[in-house]
T-cell receptor, first 111, second 114 residues
Framework: ELKVEQNPLFLSMQEGKNYTIYCNYS?????LYWYRQDPGKSLESLFV?????AVKQEGRLMASLDTKARLSTLHITAAVHDLSATYFC???????????FGTGTRLTIIP | GAGVSQSPSNKVTEKGKDVELRCDPI?????LYWYRQSLGQGLEFLIY????????KSGLPSDRFSAERTGGSVSTLTIQRTQQEDSAVYLC????????????FGEGSWLTVV
């Protein structure tokens, strides 16, 4: 059974600092997704990572994938308050479209 | 519309009643998913539809839950004889087709069973 673990579960950080959220998964996978969720809102797609070594960046967020280590990271650079949200990673395989989600990381950016 | 549309956005129902939740996927998207999000269980897969293929129902928690997709577009999730543990946000999502494409989520239907 595929299991997805994120850490940390909660993260408070000051504006301007850098930090990384980690996503580990237990079995071989072909795709990894990162989503953002604001309170009371739905999931906003951030990144889809498809291959080993894939790196994608959007603004202050950068995601990478190491399929050999079964690890993805979401790096936040020079955090700003607007990035406060819960971030989820999710893993799927081709031929099995079910997404297995991590527990989420609740990020709070402190001015 | 431009995104995945779900209705109702909020539903309060009495224990034992049946409820129907509706999802309109993004136009042209052949893949449709239902997920459930609750405090205790996180985000759980419920069911997946792809084109005319048989749906993957492996995530449905009991036989009180069923879903259908008519004409390859609109989907309805039905919960019969609701229980308090069914209270959750039910999220619908769609993607262009199975595989690598981005999966877009709707705003969800918040279900409260009292």
């Amino acid at each position: 059974e595929l299991k997805v673990e994120q850490n940390p579960l909660f993260l408070s950080m000051q504006e301007g600092k850098n930090y990384t959220i980690y996503c580990n998964y237990s079995t071989t996978s072909d795709r990894l997704y990162w989503y953002r969720q604001d309170p009371g809102k739905s999931l906003e797609s951030l990144f889809v990572l498809l291959s080993n070594g894939a790196v994608k960046q959007e603004g202050r967020l950068m995601a990478s994938l190491d399929t050999k280590a079964r690890l993805s990271t979401l790096h936040i650079t020079a955090a700003v308050h607007d990035l406060s949200a819960t971030y989820f990673c999710a893993v799927a395989n081709f031929g099995n479209e079910k997404l297995t989600f991590g527990t989420g990381t609740r990020l709070t950016i402190i001015p | 519309g431009a995104g995945v549309s779900q209705s109702p956005s909020n539903k309060v129902t009495e224990k034992g009643k049946d409820v129907e939740l509706r999802c309109d996927p993004i136009s042209g998207h052949t893949a449709l998913y239902w997920y459930r999000q609750s405090l205790g269980q996180g985000l759980e897969f419920l069911i997946y539809f792809q084109g005319n293929s048989a749906p993957d129902k492996s995530g449905l928690p009991s036989d009180r839950f069923s879903a259908e997709r008519t004409g390859g577009s609109v989907s309805t999730l039905t919960i019969q004889r609701t229980q308090q543990e069914d209270s959750a946000v039910y999220l619908c999502a769609s993607s262009l087709e199975e595989g690598a494409y981005t999966i877009y989520f709707g705003e969800g239907s918040w279900l409260t069973v009292v």
